[in-house]
């Protein structure tokens, strides 16, 4: 079996209705700024650091970049459109930061806040609400020359910023999520070194956690203290599952260290108001201490209305190397994932379905925040027919589980509020180039042309069918009632 095939084959269903799903549940598609628009160099816009992170040898497949990716940035009206014919009533985009505020600091560009008014007038008048993220990781490659996020500074630039970008949308966009992944900023930018900036260096990655937490708090205080205050305001997170391997010692040990540093890490801070103990005293025991000053934490868990949850898969811990070894060669204790035997997509990740209705169910009693699945999706490998359809029975049964798994955490009590697919269309998969295909829609990107995949025209016909039966039983509880 590769990497890129299913343990078994998936078998693409029909669209029918799903159960349990109310009437104003939201459907959505979702993007983000570098992965489509191009146009890097235009009206205005500076670098960022994925533009000079694409220009570094062999960190991108390929050699690729986002220099014309989907080319979004001039074909908009029509990728508008192409959202309207799916039927989903919100669209979730990132704004380019280097594009609304060049080099991250000053008044923002009227030009390139222009691109971003068309968008959203765009949206409405086809009748779909515009969903926003400030940042989904293209941060100036200015800021980052002088230190990016593990410096205190770069939390209070991006206050900054949301705030000029709030001025120039605030009145038209009622939805607005701070930061898309800041574990994936942090980690993977300042200490794997696989995502821009390329920095390798862990407690760096742990000093950008704080920061990326502290500018989400501030950024969040200046939207609700502007006129036109957020409809909706919360943050993304890209989150799983950590499942010990056993009941014994090590594997419950390295199944809370994972979840510690890729949930609790974030979310205890942003709901409670603390970074919890466990995670500190591992830190320390690392000799990393979070730069926390006197009311950051307070800053950090300024309320939420919404927490955004991207999901993919989720794992099984052991504490135990295949060797038997409960240490690394690092000398830190083993956290190995341990392979569960599932299909597998494109990128090489089990899929796991019933990890998210698990993982709903979890958010909503620890935490008790109203969530949205902000993305969820697949790659695989599909290519066109001679005829121009692309047939992905894999991605469209991908999508059929995993809308029933959020269906089956709200029957279990979860306040699950809406679904966006990532993605809208095949588009920039970061260090993976353009190898990586998620899209609903295929792209050929030597002639930029939108094919919509049986998986799109699939999830716009559950997505009707779902609103029309829910909208039924609405009606038949008025009329008992």
Known sequence: ?????????????????????????????????????????????????????????????????????????????????????????????????????????????????????????????????????????????????????????????FADYARIAHDALGDRVRHWTTLNEPWCSAVLGYDQGVHAPGRRDFGDSMRAVHHLLLGHGLAARRLRAAGSPPEELGITLNLGTAT??????????????????????????????RYPRDVVEDLAARGVTLPVADGDLEVISTPLDVLGVNFYSGHVFSGTAEDGSTTGRDGLPVTRV????????????????????????????????????????????????????????????????????????????????????????????????YAKRFGLVHVDYATQRRTVKDSGLWYRDTVRLTRRAAGQAAGDRAAEG
């Open 1 to 157: 079996m590769t990497a890129t095939t299913p343990a078994s084959p998936l078998t693409a269903p029909a669209p029918e209705p799903v159960a349990g799903l109310p009437a104003d549940f939201r459907w959505g598609v979702a993007t983000s700024s570098y992965q489509i628009e191009g146009a890097v160099d235009e009206d205005g816009r500076t670098p960022s650091i994925w533009d000079t992170f694409c220009r570094v040898p062999g960190a991108v497949a390929g050699g690729e970049n986002g220099d014309t990716a989907c080319d979004h940035y001039h074909r908009m009206p029509q990728d508008v459109e192409l959202i309207a014919s799916l039927g989903v009533d919100t669209y979730r985009f990132s704004l380019a930061w280097p594009r609304i505020q060049p080099g991250g600091r000053g008044k923002g560009d009227p030009r390139g806040i222009a691109f971003y008014d068309r968008l959203v007038d765009e949206l409405l008048e086809r009748g779909v609400t515009p969903w926003v993220t400030l940042y989904h990781w293209d941060l100036p490659q200015e800021l980052e020359d002088a230190g990016g996020w593990p410096e205190r500074d770069t939390a209070h630039r």
């Open 244 to 273: 010990p391997a056993s009941d014994g010692e090590a594997d419950r040990a390295a199944a809370r260290r994972a979840d510690g540093m890729g949930t609790r890490l974030y979310l205890d801070p942003l709901v409670h108001g």
């Open 338 to 433: 341990v392979p569960q035997g599932r299909p597998r997509t494109a990128m090489d990740w089990e899929i796991v379905p019933e990890r998210l209705t698990e993982l709903l169910v979890r958010l909503h009693e620890d935490y008790g925040l109203p969530t949205v699945i902000t993305e969820n999706g697949a790659a695989f490998d599909d290519e066109p027919e001679a005829d121009g359809t692309v047939h992905d029975a894999d991605r469209t049964a991908y999508l059929a589980d995993h809308i029933r798994a959020v269906a089956a955490a709200r029957s279990a009590g979860a306040d699950v509020r809406g679904y966006f697919a990532w993605s809208l269309m095949d588009n920039f998969e970061w260090a993976y180039g």
